[in-house]
């Protein structure tokens, strides 16, 4: 069983300035939602119910996000607005909730390495709130997860993407072993066009086994000298055990203001539209 997801979110978000400059860019509102909270919904549909947050400074809103709050409960208690908080308390309800603090910002590598404290020696899923995910049947991590319980070997969400947006992402090749699922030989991370293996980037979905820990106490600081998942997982994928997905989905880049504001149109449109009957 795979019980735990790691919300790494303690990246600051500089694209997003000013809006990140004292807000987590984690809890910026896609239509009426955090994106945070897209992301826990899908780790608790998937099964993964042990939320664990690895935050830092300034980062205060997400763990309050996830705790109830008396005062503002006990304010609309029994009028129509109560209605509004119903999705992140059921998410309360269901879900069981961690924090860890990463106190140096040394990468995402770094940051999943400090999420070890709360993962311990199971395998794990790790969400990157800010890449907003759906899909109308399970969620990526769901997807992840099910390939993760039927082979046992790491695996992480891929898609292709235009050859001028390869130097964005973390780019793979490998060999299709089944329609969708890569064995991964090599991984590239943000190459020019003319370096990249495919078009085929990672985007922030994974499922991981717990080696990834002692390979990442290992691996040196490397692309702007942070600590590379990336990196990290080339070695992993060099003995064989990593596999990349093609999910089912739609992704969107909110780190980045375009991706965002798709995110915000899709989202009105396709959801929020619909659930109020319009
Ligand atoms: P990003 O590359 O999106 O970095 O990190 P960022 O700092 O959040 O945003 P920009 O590029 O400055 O606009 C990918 C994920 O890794 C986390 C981020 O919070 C984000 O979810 N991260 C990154 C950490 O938790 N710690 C780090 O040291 C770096």
Redesign the pocket.
């Given at each position: 069983m795979i019980k735990k997801c790691l919300f790494?979110?303690?990246?600051?978000?500089?694209?997003?300035l000013p809006a990140t400059k004292s807000m987590p860019?984690e809890m910026l509102t896609v239509v009426n939602k955090p994106l945070v909270q897209y992301g826990v919904e899908e780790a608790l549909a998937a099964g993964l119910d042990e939320i664990c947050f690895?935050t830092g400074r300034g980062k205060r809103a997400i763990i309050d996000h996830f705790d109830v709050s008396y005062e503002l409960e006990h304010q609309i208690a029994g009028s129509n607005k109560e209605a509004y908080l119903t999705s992140v308390r059921n998410l309360i309800e269901q879900g069981k909730f961690a924090s860890t603090r990463?106190s140096e910002?040394?990468?995402?590598g770094?940051?999943i390495l400090t999420g070890e404290l709360l993962v311990g020696n199971q395998p794990f899923g790790i969400i990157?709130?800010?890449d907003l995910c759906l899909n109308e049947g399970p969620g990526v991590i769901s997807q992840l997860a099910e390939i993760y319980r039927r082979t046992g070997t790491s695996v992480i969400a891929i898609q292709e993407v235009g050859e001028q947006d390869v130097s964005k992402f973390g780019v793979i090749a490998g060999d299709e072993e089944e329609p969708g699922l890569y064995r991964v030989t090599d991984m590239v991370e943000k190459p020019e066009p003319e370096d990249a293996p495919s078009n085929l980037a990672i985007i922030g979905r994974y499922v991981l086994s717990p080696e990834i820990f002692d390979i990442l106490r290992e691996t040196p600081p490397g692309k702007d000298g942070?600590v590379q998942l990336t990196d990290a997982l080339l070695t992993l994928a060099k003995t064989g055990k990593v596999y990349a997905y093609k999910f089912d989905g739609k992704r969107f880049d909110c780190?980045s203001v375009d991706g965002f504001v798709e995110a915000t149109n899709h989202v009105y449109e396709n959801i929020y539209l619909p659930e109020q009957g319009e």
């Amino acid at each position: 069983m795979i019980k735990k997801c790691l919300f790494p979110v303690a990246g600051y978000g500089t694209r997003f300035l000013p809006a990140t400059k004292s807000m987590p860019k984690e809890m910026l509102t896609v239509v009426n939602k955090p994106l945070v909270q897209y992301g826990v919904e899908e780790a608790l549909a998937a099964g993964l119910d042990e939320i664990c947050f690895v935050t830092g400074r300034g980062k205060r809103a997400i763990i309050d996000h996830f705790d109830v709050s008396y005062e503002l409960e006990h304010q609309i208690a029994g009028s129509n607005k109560e209605a509004y908080l119903t999705s992140v308390r059921n998410l309360i309800e269901q879900g069981k909730f961690a924090s860890t603090r990463q106190s140096e910002m040394k990468g995402l590598g770094h940051a999943i390495l400090t999420g070890e404290l709360l993962v311990g020696n199971q395998p794990f899923g790790i969400i990157l709130a800010d890449d907003l995910c759906l899909n109308e049947g399970p969620g990526v991590i769901s997807q992840l997860a099910e390939i993760y319980r039927r082979t046992g070997t790491s695996v992480i969400a891929i898609q292709e993407v235009g050859e001028q947006d390869v130097s964005k992402f973390g780019v793979i090749a490998g060999d299709e072993e089944e329609p969708g699922l890569y064995r991964v030989t090599d991984m590239v991370e943000k190459p020019e066009p003319e370096d990249a293996p495919s078009n085929l980037a990672i985007i922030g979905r994974y499922v991981l086994s717990p080696e990834i820990f002692d390979i990442l106490r290992e691996t040196p600081p490397g692309k702007d000298g942070e600590v590379q998942l990336t990196d990290a997982l080339l070695t992993l994928a060099k003995t064989g055990k990593v596999y990349a997905y093609k999910f089912d989905g739609k992704r969107f880049d909110c780190g980045s203001v375009d991706g965002f504001v798709e995110a915000t149109n899709h989202v009105y449109e396709n959801i929020y539209l619909p659930e109020q009957g319009e």
